[in-house]
């Protein structure tokens, strides 16, 4: 079809087609309605393959298919005239009838006669031409078309007799009457186009009724979806409240207390032994030492300065010792040192005062467990074992991670399945040392300052030991002038 005749029918079906523009969205065009329409029609596609190439939807092209054929129907079906596959002798039926010069006042003044036999000669046989002919030509060749139904009017050609009038010419005559026989033969065609365009209307009765069918479909499946999208909400929020009732069930079992120093037994090995304690004889070494060297001073007691002075000074041995042991047994404190993170890693879901004490350490010297990654396998909720059904399983915590300088919130499930991927493709995601080492290199970077820390502490203590004994030996000086 060309763009003439498209934009042609297009303006002829505007009427019927055109949506008015309401507020909520412009209307779909004619032209593309047209175009949809006609390609769904001269096409073996389906309404979805239509709608794909027009980005329309299935069931809108559908009613634009529906509109389509309904316009065709009240706009120019009754406008149409179709000529069997006798056009040709139609055609010398007007040639003989009258020549192009009589012809033009209906046929208009720049259509030539031979053209319209060149046309039925073009067309073969067995198809089916239509013209649009002007109201005047049917009417003086004896036929009153109405709404596309044509029929000879009785009587008119008959001529008048007797006096004053007389009838058609015989040349006239045999002219017409094989003319009235294909007009005879029209109302056959008009007939046939009327038993065809049942059929459609049946064939469109049929595609509304697959169009409701399909539109069932789909809201059954809507519906269906929803209903699943319901139930696995569900399944989601019973599969929470079970994993608490489970977690809390292990909290009992394990006899968990809330507080980091009320854990602190189970994460050493201390034989049983709390480490409450030995925190709570420290404070009151301390408080007795303290109290004693300032009572001593203020009433001048020789005796309580003299403790003092004694009990500062093992004190000094003391801390001297330990250090002379830690550097000679440094492999051992090391030992220690990883088997105390190991069973901080153990424990770091039991407790919420360890679990932040855990990633203060992680993020503040960027390491993960105590000689890497995999040492949160210790724990029941990160292992990769096929029995663990955490969602943590063969993960680390959030302090691993390598922060982005971009996020503003925190990722708490950056760590989820990192461990599941190469070693390689772990260092992109999180910190891959262990914290022993990171610590080991945090005491080489920072040697200065922490043996600087240490020897001013050790400072500290000679100097207070020093200021005791001179003030003993000036009271014993005055004591003896007395």
């Not at 329309?56 to 000529?83: D, H, N, P, Q, R």
């Not at 049942?198 to 509304?208: E, G, I, N, P, Y």
Request: aromatic fraction near 10%; glycine fraction near 8%.
């Amino acid at each position: 079809m060309s763009r003439a005749t498209f934009m042609e029918l297009v303006e002829a079906l505007r009427g019927c087609m055109e949506h008015h523009v309401t507020g909520m969205r412009s209307p779909i065009s004619v032209e593309k309605r047209v175009a949809a329409a006609l390609w769904y029609l001269a096409s073996p596609h389906y309404f979805r393959n239509v709608a794909q190439q027009f980005d329309l939807g299935v069931s809108t092209v559908g009613e634009i298919v529906l509109e389509f054929c309904f316009a065709m129907e009240s706009e120019l079906y009754s406008k149409v005239v179709c000529l069997g596959d006798w056009l040709g002798e139609s055609m010398d039926g007007f040639g003989g009838l009258a020549s192009r010069t009589a012809l033009q006042p209906w046929m208009g003044p720049t259509f030539p006669l031979e053209h319209l036999r060149a046309a039925s000669r073009s067309m073969g046989t067995g198809r089916t031409f239509a013209l649009f002919f002007s109201k005047e030509l049917w009417t003086t060749l004896g036929v009153t078309c109405e709404d596309g139904i044509c029929a000879k009017s009785k009587h008119r050609g008959r001529g008048r007799t007797g006096r004053g009038g007389g009838g058609p010419s015989t040349s006239a005559r045999a002219t017409t009457e094989p003319l009235l026989a294909r007009i005879t033969a029209l109302e056959v065609a008009m007939e046939r186009n009327k038993q065809e365009l049942q059929t459609m209307q049946a064939a469109v009765a049929d595609l509304r009724v697959t169009l409701e069918t399909q539109k069932q479909s789909d809201e059954e499946a809507l519906k269906a979806k929803e209903e699943k999208e319901r139930e696995d909400a569900s399944w989601k929020r019973k599969a929470r409240v079970t994993i608490r009732r489970i977690n809390r069930q292990l909290q009992e079992l394990r006899g968990v207390r809330e507080g980091v120093l009320s854990n602190l037994s189970s994460i050493t090995d201390l034989g049983g032994f709390d480490p409450v304690w030995l925190f709570l004889v420290v404070g009151g070494v301390m408080f007795v030492l303290g109290f004693a060297g300032c009572i001593g001073a203020l009433r001048e007691n020789t005796f309580l300065l003299k403790f003092f002075s004694v009990f500062l000074g093992l004190i000094f041995f003391l801390e001297l010792t330990a250090g002379i042991l830690a550097f000679i047994f440094k492999d051992w404190i090391k030992d220690q040192l990883n088997f105390f993170i190991n069973n901080n890693v153990k424990a770091y879901r039991d407790d919420i005062d360890l679990q932040n004490l855990i990633d203060f350490a992680q993020e503040y010297w960027s390491c993960c467990g105590a000689h890497g990654p995999n040492d949160w396998n210790f724990n029941i909720y990160f292992n990769c074992t096929d029995s663990n059904p955490s969602r943590e399983r063969c993960g680390v915590p959030f302090s691993c991670c390598v922060k982005d300088p971009a996020e503003d919130v925190l990722n708490t499930q950056c760590g989820y399945d990192v461990r599941l991927k190469l070693e390689l493709e772990q260092q992109t995601f999180i910190h891959t040392k262990g914290c022993a080492v990171q610590f080991e290199k945090w005491l080489q970077d920072n040697l200065i300052v922490v043996a600087g820390t240490f020897v001013g502490i050790a400072l500290l203590q000679i100097f207070g030991i020093c200021l005791a004994q001179n003030l003993v030996s000036d009271i014993n000086a005055v004591k003896a002038n007395w």
